[in-house]
T-cell receptor, first 117, second 109 residues
C-alpha cells in the first residue's frame, strides 16, 4: 500500500516551453502533497506544499509563478514548470501524506528528471 | 526553527561491523522523527519512525530528547544496506518534513 506515482519519469524540453509533472497517490487519499527538488548527491529541498482544493504554500525563494501547482483531487497534484530554462533542470520528487494515517510520514514518488536544453 | 543535522556525508564500514548513522535535531517542541533510505536508482522510502519504536531490517533508532538525537543503529552491517540515509523531522501539528543532508553508507565486503 501507500504507493505514489509520477509521470513522466523523465522529460527533455526546449528552453521557454512549459512542462507538467503529475503526482498521484494510487491507493490512498492525500489532502496534502509535497514537491521537492533534488540536486545530484544532495538532499531534498522542499519547494511547496500542495493542498487539495486550495492554494499551494511555497517555500521561501521559490517562485510561485514559475512553478504552478494544482491539487484538484485527493489523489492528484500537478507541478507545471513554466517557461523552463536550463537552470530548472533537476530531479523533481513529489510525496504525499495519507489522509487516514495518524503519522506525519510521507510516501515518495519515483521522481521526474527534467532536462531543459 | 526546525533543523536536522547529519554530520557525516559518508560512512564506510566492513560487512558484519556495527553501524551508527548520526542525526541531531533542533526543535523546541515534541518532534516526530523518521529515517528514510534511498537505495541506488530507487525512490526514497520510509525506514523507521520513532513513534513506532520498531526494528526494520535490523535497524533501530531511539529518540534521545536530552541530546536531541535520533541516531540509526545496526549491530551487523550487510552489503545490501549500502544506500543514502536521510533523517527527517516533522514538528507538532505540522505537515512538512525537514530533511538532513543525508549520509551515504557503504558496506564493504
Amino acid at each position: 500500500g501507500a504507493v505514489v506515482s509520477q509521470h513522466p519519469s523523465w522529460v527533455i524540453c526546449k528552453s521557454g516551453t512549459s512542462v507538467k509533472i503529475e503526482c498521484r497517490s494510487l491507493d490512498f487519499q492525500a489532502t496534502t502533497m509535497f514537491w521537492y527538488r533534488q540536486f545530484p548527491k544532495q538532499s531534498l529541498m522542499l519547494m511547496a506544499t500542495s493542498n487539495e482544493g486550495s492554494k499551494a504554500t511555497y517555500e521561501q525563494g521559490v517562485e510561485k509563478d514559475k512553478f504552478l501547482i494544482n491539487h484538484a483531487s485527493l489523489t492528484l497534484s500537478t507541478l507545471t514548470v513554466t517557461s523552463a530554462h536550463p537552470e530548472d533542470s533537476s530531479f523533481y520528487i513529489c510525496s504525499a501524506r495519507d489522509l487516514a494515517s495518524s503519522y506525519n510520514e510521507q510516501f515518495f514518488g519515483p521522481g521526474t528528471r527534467l532536462t531543459v536544453l | 526553527a526546525q533543523r536536522v543535522t547529519q554530520p557525516e556525508k559518508l560512512l564506510s564500514v566492513f560487512k558484519g561491523a556495527p553501524v551508527e548513522l548520526k542525526c541531531n535535531y533542533s526543535y523546541s517542541g515534541s518532534p516526530e522523527l523518521f529515517w528514510y533510505v534511498q537505495y541506488s536508482r530507487q525512490r526514497l522510502q520510509l525506514l523507521l519512525r520513532h513513534i513506532s519504536r520498531e526494528s526494520i531490517k535490523g535497524f533501530t533508532a531511539d529518540l534521545n530528547k536530552g541530546e536531541t538525537s535520533f541516531h540509526l543503529k545496526k549491530p551487523f552491517a550487510q552489503e545490501e544496506d549500502s544506500a543514502m540515509y536521510y533523517c527527517a523531522l516533522s514538528g507538532q501539528g505540522g505537515n512538512k518534513l525537514v530533511f538532513g543532508a543525508g549520509t551515504i553508507l557503504r558496506v564493504k565486503s
